[in-house]
């Protein structure tokens, strides 16, 4: 793989604070780490939906019952964070947020930074990025998350917790089978890998790389190429 292309997803719950306001200071500096580093053919990055699309998808549920509709919600909200960051990047950014793989390939003529949210119910962002990743032929797929990598078990919940700093597809596999629940696939429902994502790391055969977006000096060392892993490392 020649291409120097990258694809970077970032978390909806890096954007806002514990009091549900826009974490300016955060996309800040995230923004200007990528603005540094230019030397990428493209840099596409994807945003998640975060703690308000949340709010509008537990109100949806509770009310109304319908997942398709608290579904598109989220897909709404996390294309409304992407719009947010093309206005950090300006001139830099393509203007548009694609909502398909067609406008994206209509975006890629643009040679600027592509800025991305969710696409169609019932796929996470997770899956967006990593479907992507495909798409462009991705060298480097980095996931910004609020934990440091994938773990042997939920860290939320188990404090005995252990980073796995390297996973197979194999070995992922068994975490998300043991993690998962009949949830995984609903509207609003956080997990960094899904079955879905799953399924395309298999046929991709990509490589990606997880990490928390809490603290970004990690993320900034991997950027700049000094360092090789930020949290776990998923490859074939």
């Given at each position: 793989m020649n291409n120097k292309n990258i694809v970077i997803k970032i978390g909806g719950s890096l954007l806002f604070d514990k009091n549900k306001n826009i974490n300016s200071k955060k996309i800040s500096e995230f923004c200007n780490l990528v603005k540094e580093n230019k030397n990428y053919d493209e840099i596409i990055i994807i945003v998640g939906?975060?703690?308000?699309?949340?709010?509008?998808?537990?109100?949806?549920?509770?009310?109304?019952?319908?997942?398709?509709?608290?579904?598109?919600?989220?897909?709404?909200?996390?294309?409304?964070?992407?719009?947010?960051?093309?206005?950090?990047?300006?001139?830099?950014?393509?203007?548009?947020?694609?909502?398909?793989?067609?406008?994206?390939?209509?975006?890629?003529?643009?040679?600027?930074?592509?800025?991305?949210?969710?696409?169609?119910?019932?796929?996470?962002?997770?899956?967006?990025?990593?479907?992507?990743?495909?798409?462009?032929?991705?060298?480097?797929?980095?996931?910004?998350?609020?934990?440091?990598?994938?773990?042997?078990?939920?860290?939320?919940?188990?404090?005995d917790a252990k980073l796995l700093e390297h996973l197979n597809y194999s070995e992922l596999s068994e975490i998300i089978l043991k993690e998962g629940d009949i949830n995984q696939a609903t509207a609003g429902e956080y997990r960094i890998f899904d079955t879905v994502s799953l399924q395309i790391l298999k046929r991709s055969h990509l490589k990606v790389q997880i990490g928390s977006g809490l603290e970004l000096s990690k993320f900034q060392e991997l950027w700049l190429g000094n360092i090789q892993n930020i949290g776990t490392i998923i490859s074939d």
């Open positions: 939906g975060g703690i308000i699309a949340r709010e509008y998808i537990n109100f949806i549920r509770k009310h109304t019952q319908n997942e398709a509709l608290a579904d598109l919600i989220g897909i709404n909200f996390s294309q409304i964070n992407a719009q947010l960051i093309i206005s950090y990047f300006k001139d830099l950014a393509y203007p548009l947020v694609p909502k398909n793989i067609d406008e994206l390939s209509i975006a890629l003529l643009s040679k600027k930074i592509i800025i991305m949210g969710g696409l169609q119910p019932g796929q996470s962002t997770t899956s967006v990025a990593l479907e992507v990743a495909e798409f462009i032929k991705a060298k480097q797929t980095i996931i910004l998350t609020d934990v440091k990598g994938i773990y042997n078990k939920d860290p939320k919940k188990h404090k």
